[in-house]
């Protein structure tokens, strides 16, 4: 143990890797352990195996953290143009999918490359798998202690990632490693999750399984810890409950035991914009069944359903009652249902919680109690919306770690 590194970084995931890379590149000397068999499992099944790896408009306001403002120091010196540039410089052709979303056209692999590529060329050792078996500080070092042996180094990088998707290894040994240096540590909690509802709150609705639409959707509370959201975007159905990205964003948002609320209507486009009351007060449709008046603005399948759901189905719109026209709209542009949860670490895409901000130096992402303690990534308390902003978490905050080693 004759050696002392610069930096062992434990986790070889995205930004255990960008961070070594760049650290690498600068001159220092670093060590990357990973107790998984193959480096960037994460990376690999991400955007659908082609890698949403960031955003155009990354900017704070794309981050849920217990302190909002932690985020704007390290995305302001590795904006998502850096990456990009990066990204570029290796030939990976990508393309613009929605909102801002950067794909690599080919494979999610080319991202995996670039990163061990980047580590090559600053001469990062990597070793894997590799067992930690326990980190400990020592006078001005640090002790990590592995199944394969024990390494000095001056700083030690956590950068495990969150919770989800354990299958492929994920773990909360951040959090633990956090917690056994005094640092505080925000509940974690399964985000970017679809959520599931029981037969009584749900109804027919799981008959739809497959439908999409774009909806507006809005969760969680001024007073809840990240507070409330709106979203325009589409809703899937499933057969557990409620998917897509409009319900992936709310879920990140959404406080346990309170209601979700979707406009169904919220994002039909009509030139001149829509209007849920011109729809109904239209003397055209006086003639008209409900179902074919509501299937102009939605999916047969679904007009049909919610027709059946106010037990209007098959009755002329003149017929219809001004009660059950208000109790149509309701349901229509304020469906407010309780999701009875989300569908767990399994399905979830992040993390929300983590090593909280407070006790960590948003320069650096260093520890503000322990000199040569990083955290970086997933594991700390930043979460991303939907859309490559979690990746450029992962570049953003180890780029800042990796100039303070
Ligand atoms: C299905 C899915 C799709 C996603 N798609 C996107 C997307 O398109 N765009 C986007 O921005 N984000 C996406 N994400 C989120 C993104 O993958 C993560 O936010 C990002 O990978 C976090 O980077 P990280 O380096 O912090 O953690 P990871 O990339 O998860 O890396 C953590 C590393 O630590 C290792 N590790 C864990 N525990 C230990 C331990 N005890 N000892 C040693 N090593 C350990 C793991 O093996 C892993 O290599 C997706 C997530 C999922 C699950």
């Given at each position: ?196 509802f029981t037969a009584d709150t749900f109804g027919d609705l799981y008959d739809l ?96 359903a919610f027709?059946e759901q ?21 349901l ?5 249902v ?68």
């Open positions: 143990m004759s050696k002392i590194w610069d930096a062992i970084i434990i986790g070889g995931g995205a930004a255990g890797l960008f961070c070594a890379g760049v650290a690498g590149q600068l001159g220092k000397q670093v060590l990357v352990l990973d107790h998984a068999e193959i480096l960037g499992e994460k990376i690999r099944i991400s955007g659908g195996g082609r890698c949403n790896f960031t955003n155009l408009h990354s900017s704070p306001a794309n981050f849920l953290s217990l302190n909002p403002h932690f985020v704007k120091s390290a995305l302001a010196r590795y904006p998502s143009k850096e990456f990009i540039k990066l990204v570029s410089s290796y030939g990976i052709n990508y393309h613009e999918k929605h909102q801002g979303q950067l794909f690599c056209d080919d494979s999610a692999k080319q991202i995996i490359d670039l990163l061990m590529a980047e580590c090559a060329k600053g001469r990062v050792a990597i070793r894997n798998p590799v067992v930690i078996e326990s980190i400990a500080q020592d006078q001005e070092h640090w002790l990590v202690q592995t199944n394969a042996g024990s390494e000095k180094t001056k700083s030690v990088v956590m950068a495990t990632g969150g919770l989800p998707v354990p299958a492929i290894g994920a773990t909360a040994y951040s959090l633990d490693i956090a917690k056994q240096f005094g640092l505080s540590v925000v509940d974690p909690r399964p985000a970017l999750v679809p959520l599931s399984a497959g439908l999409s639409l774009p909806v507006r959707i809005a969760s969680g509370s001024k007073g809840h810890r990240y507070g409330a959201c709106r979203f325009n975007e589409d809703v899937l159905l499933t057969h557990k409950g409620l998917s897509g990205p409009a319900v992936l964003q709310a879920s990140s948002y959404w406080v346990e035991g309170e209601p979700i609320h979707i406009d169904w209507l919220g994002a039909v486009e009509v030139a001149g914009g829509f209007n849920c009351d011109a729809l109904f007060a239209d003397e055209d449709n006086r003639t008209k069944l409900t179902e074919t008046i509501l299937a102009s603005v939605l999916p047969q399948r679904l007009a049909k027709a106010k037990n209007l189905l098959g009755r002329k719109w003149a017929e219809v009652s001004k009660k059950d026209r208000q109790a149509l709209k309701e229509l542009t304020n469906w407010s309780k999701p009875a949860g989300t569908l767990g670490w399994k399905k979830a895409e992040v993390m929300l919680g983590g090593v909280d901000t407070k006790d960590l130096d948003g320069q650096t992402m260093m520890s503000r109690q322990h000199t040569g303690l990083f955290f970086i990534g997933e594991c700390v308390d930043v979460t991303g919306h939907l859309g490559g902003h979690n990746f450029q978490w992962a570049w953003a905050s180890g780029f800042a770690c990796a100039q303070a080693l």
